[in-house]
């Protein structure tokens, strides 16, 4: 169920930016507060934001940080443990000490 939602979230997040013309930022003070329709999916916010494409546009950005940390801190790990295996002596000790 989670895999089910986690890619849900991913696909429309990356693929739903390109089917409109929707800014997340944009304001409108006509639709201020306005109760979930066909034209707004979750309504919208005190300031006349779509919550439905907010969302989508945040989950991007989010998407993109934690893939982007993930990728960076995966190379320095690699690349510590790396140069401990092939040095040796003190220097893997203390390089295994921090990474565990």
Same mark, same amino acid.
């Given at each position: 169920?989670? +895999? *089910?939602?986690?890619?849900? +979230?991913?696909? %429309?997040?990356?693929?739903?930016? /390109? /089917? =409109? *013309?929707?800014?997340?930022?944009?304001?409108? *003070?006509?639709?201020?507060? +306005?109760?979930?329709?066909?034209?707004?999916?979750?309504?919208?916010?005190?300031?006349?934001?779509?919550?439905?494409?907010?969302?989508? /546009?945040? &989950?991007?950005?989010?998407?993109?940080? %934690?893939? =982007?940390?993930?990728? %960076? &801190?995966?190379?320095?790990?690699?690349?510590?443990?790396?140069?401990?295996?092939?040095?040796?002596?003190?220097?893997?000790? &203390?390089?295994?000490? /921090?990474?565990?």
């Amino acid at each position: 169920i989670g +895999l *089910t939602i986690v890619t849900i +979230l991913t696909t %429309g997040s990356l693929i739903l930016p /390109f /089917f =409109t *013309t929707v800014d997340p930022a944009a304001q409108g *003070t006509y639709m201020k507060n +306005l109760p979930p329709s066909q034209a707004h999916l979750l309504g919208t916010n005190a300031l006349g934001q779509d919550i439905f494409w907010y969302l989508v /546009f945040a &989950v991007r950005n989010s998407l993109l940080l %934690g893939v =982007t940390v993930s990728i %960076g &801190v995966t190379i320095i790990a690699t690349s510590l443990c790396l140069s401990a295996g092939f040095i040796g002596g003190w220097y893997e000790r &203390v390089v295994v000490v /921090f990474m565990d």
